[in-house]
């Protein structure tokens, strides 16, 4: 959510912003359903002073015996006219809002402007791509070994759903129980077990609603699936005044997360690179504003650091205006390389979302020994996809024969096993 006195003190700013995100100016528009609706209040205002001093004067008048009727119609009409206008007051109120809460998030300075994915900018580069012989892509290598059941998982839920067996299953367990390990013990994250269904006001906190609804699973008694446990934690602070002392906060899990994908329509229609449920260690903080910059580079690297000790190539790159998601103002992408696609793949975005978030959630901050209050700054990032981290294993780490050898920091949580083979 934007907020309305910035964009009063300097709407062509605000405009600016919008432009590198490629939308037409709103600012105009904005400002003059604002100033109806502050019009309304004030004339509202005025009415409910005029009827407190007609009240007053009707009790002097039948002190004294003299005729308070007029003064009673008066109040009586006034009554009226102000219930017409606390209506049109809520309405315009409401116009502003769903405004407001459909226009994306501004971004920051330093994001470098463009179209789409294409001006997104290279950061570094992590890491030495393996040496293989015409590398098979994850699913060739799944189905070979009878542990990637792609034809079950449709007949149980249809399409873009997956079972995996035996030591893939336990693959993915394992990549989950190591990223919660690294990021608890050494990036001092509190673990979380967060519901997997909320209600609309977290959906709406996160940017999700009202905009993004095709993209959620909901319920038939009003809950929604999470798309990412992002939605939950950071919702913990929501409706809260948080003392400047105890932040920031910094959470992580690991949960599975619901997505319909319905823009993807066409897009990796084979494998698990996106599927409509998948799991997914989250990593969330929440800071002051001098604090959030730095603890985006922080989460970032954090995140990168799971890639780094599983030995698989990356590179990370800052997104462009026209490629970064709705609440944030700055993002990193970390991508991680695929060898039977002889691609880079999005395995994680870091995303420092400033207040754009807490102003929707009314999430504030307060400094030791004052009363005033300020929205606090929200991150979120992926620390990892553990499908996609999944995937990007098994095509690295594959053997002429079709086994997959199991990166060393994984063995201790894999059994000891080192080879994942036909029988594994």
């Not at 249809?158 to 893939?168: H, S």
């Not at 367990?173 to 990223?179: Q, S």
């Amino acid at each position: 959510m934007h907020d309305l006195r910035a964009i009063r003190d300097n709407p062509a700013a605000f405009d600016a912003g919008l432009r590198r995100r490629g939308l037409e100016p709103q600012s105009e528009a904005i400002l003059a359903l604002d100033q109806r609706r502050r019009a309304a209040q004030t004339a509202l205002q005025d009415m409910q002073a005029r009827r407190n001093d007609v009240s007053r004067q009707i009790g002097t008048f039948k002190k004294e015996g003299r005729d308070a009727q007029p003064l009673m119609d008066e109040v009586a009409s006034l009554k009226d006219r102000m219930a017409e206008s606390e209506i049109e007051e809520k309405r315009l109120a409401d116009e502003l809002d769903a405004i407001l809460a459909t226009l994306p998030n501004l971004p920051a300075e330093d994001v470098p402007d463009g179209p789409d994915e294409s001006g997104n900018v290279e950061v570094r580069r992590v890491g030495e791509k393996p040496a293989i012989a015409s590398p098979k892509e994850h699913f060739e290598l799944g189905e070979a070994l009878g542990l990637m059941d792609f034809g079950g998982g449709a007949k149980l839920s249809g399409a873009r759903f997956t079972v995996l067996r035996g030591a893939l299953a336990r693959l993915e367990r394992a990549l989950g129980d190591f990223m919660l390990d690294v990021h608890t013990s050494e990036f001092g994250y509190t673990e979380m077990s967060p519901p997997l269904l909320v209600r609309d006001g977290a959906m709406f906190g996160t940017g999700q609603l009202p905009k993004f609804a095709d993209d959620l699973f909901g319920t038939t008694n009003g809950y929604w699936l999470i798309p990412t446990s992002e939605v939950p934690l950071t919702n913990l602070a929501a409706d809260m005044i948080i003392e400047a002392d105890e932040l920031p906060w910094r959470f992580t899990a690991r949960t599975p997360c619901f997505r319909a994908e319905a823009g993807a329509a066409g897009r990796d229609t084979r494998g698990m690179i996106r599927q409509h449920q998948f799991y997914k260690v989250e990593l969330v903080s929440i800071t002051t504003p001098d604090r959030s910059v730095e603890e985006h580079e922080r989460m970032t690297a954090a995140a990168e650091s799971i890639l780094k000790r599983l030995g698989l190539p990356f590179r990370t790159v800052v997104l462009c205006t026209g490629d970064m998601g709705f609440g944030a103002r700055k993002t990193y992408d970390i991508e991680v390389w695929l060898p039977g696609q002889d691609a880079y793949r999005e395995i994680s975005s870091c995303s420092n979302c400033g207040d754009f978030q807490a102003r929707r959630m009314k999430a504030r901050w307060r400094a030791k020994g004052e009363k005033n209050t300020q929205f606090v700054h929200t991150l979120n990032g992926s620390g990892l996809a553990v499908g996609r981290c999944l995937i990007a294993v098994m095509e690295n780490y594959q053997q002429a024969d079709g086994s997959i050898v199991v990166p060393e920091v994984l063995r201790p949580y894999m059994g000891g096993l080192e080879r994942i083979t036909r029988h594994g």
